[in-house]
């Protein structure tokens, strides 16, 4: 059935959506009708612009009860492997911290009682999230008991962000705050950390443990992500490819399957490994329920630093090793385009953030 109502479209998944026209000079974010029938979504768009036309929002419940409404709404598409658990455990753990200090700053910061009646969604304006924003740029860690970094307090920001923009689609509030609150773009330091061919030796010839050992090989010889590595299963290698896939509990970072040469060295780590049956890193550990503190399902972090340290690369990271991969072929000549195509990113971050060097023709043994 051809459209012929200004307005209505598809997403790409296929659900309809109205777009309202513009008003003082602005438009509104898109209003998600809920359906992928043509027939249902014209009935939806008839009361969404009726109320869209009213400017008004019928929603009276808290931000409590909002933040609780999506979390759910987050974790049916994550139950289905099409959501990054990070990102519903993310909200989970910070949303209803917000709620509390949103509910303070609604009662004017007078209160020092530990815990406050949630504040009604519709009342919350873009003053209040920018007074708790500075609020959050003035407050100490419980765990470093230091001031936020910016890009702690940038994450916080973008998880509100989300949700508050799903309750606009929602039809909950007739706006976003954020709509008119601009968030900072953050100062990035342009050196890319990453290991020289004879520090990945180093680290490679004498690992702790078995775990530490295929991070190490994964990361520095297929430019794995920690998360990645934490998700992958035997049925990625075929032959001397490795394929990220989707899995029941994980989505690739760019959202589809991506194939790495194996090459010799890691060829003779994966086949001196072993084939295990379940999750090929750490397969004693079975269960994946990764926590808002940790997303990861197995996390060696204080034994892999202390072997950066006992090598002498410290601080050493899991990103360090990916940074290292995509630097090492860039060394030798390979085209950014191709390892852009191999990292799963494009080739403007490719170059931003994981190419150390400029290509210089040195041999390399990544590929």
């Not at 086949?271 to 990861?296: C, I, L, Q, R």
């Not at 204080?302 to 950066?308: A, D, L, S």
Request: glycine share 6%; net charge positive; aromatic share 8%.
């Amino acid at each position: 059935m051809s459209n012929k109502i200004k307005g209505l479209d598809q997403t790409s998944k296929g659900y309809w959506r109205w777009r309202p026209p513009m008003r003082d000079g602005q438009r509104d974010n898109p209003i998600y009708l809920g359906t992928k029938d043509y027939i249902k979504a014209v009935a939806a768009h008839e009361e969404a612009k009726r109320n869209w036309e009213l400017g008004v929002a019928t929603y009276e419940g808290t931000f409590k009860q909002a933040v609780e409404e999506y979390i759910k709404a987050q974790e049916l598409p994550l139950i289905a492997g099409d959501k990054e658990p990070a990102t519903v455990y993310r909200a989970k753990n910070t949303l209803p911290k917000i709620d509390e200090e949103l509910s303070r700053i609604k009662l004017g910061g007078k209160s020092k009682a530990k815990s406050h009646p949630s504040a009604k969604l519709t009342s919350i304006t873009k003053n209040d999230v920018e007074k708790w924003q500075k609020q959050k740029l003035t407050q100490k860690s419980e765990r470093t008991k230091k001031l936020l970094s910016p890009s702690t307090v940038d994450t916080y920001m973008r998880v509100l962000q989300g949700f508050f923009t799903w309750c606009a689609t929602e039809g909950k509030i007739k706006d976003s705050p954020f709509i008119k609150i601009k968030l900072p773009k953050l100062k990035r330091t342009k050196d890319v950390k990453f290991c020289t061919l004879e520090e990945r030796d180093k680290l490679l010839e004498n690992p702790p443990n078995e775990a530490v050992a295929f991070i190490l090989n994964l990361g520095f010889f297929a430019g794995l992500r920690f998360e990645e590595i934490n998700a992958m299963k035997s049925d990625w290698i075929k032959g001397d490819v490795i394929t990220i896939k989707a899995t029941k509990h994980f989505k690739p970072k760019d959202k589809e399957s991506r194939p790495i040469p194996i090459n010799d060295k890691l060829d003779r780590f994966l086949k001196s490994y072993g084939t295990k049956e379940d999750f090929m890193y750490a397969p004693h550990v079975t269960t994946w329920n990764p926590t808002p503190s940790n997303k990861y399902r197995h996390d060696p972090k204080k034994t892999f630093q202390k072997h950066g340290k006992d090598c002498g690369v410290s601080p050493l990271s899991y990103h360090m090793l990916r940074a290292s991969f995509a630097t090492h072929l860039s060394q030798s000549g390979v085209p950014i385009a191709q390892i852009a195509d191999l990292l799963g990113d494009d080739i403007a971050t490719t170059e931003k953030h994981y190419i150390g060097h400029s290509p210089t023709n040195n041999s390399t043994d990544c590929l």
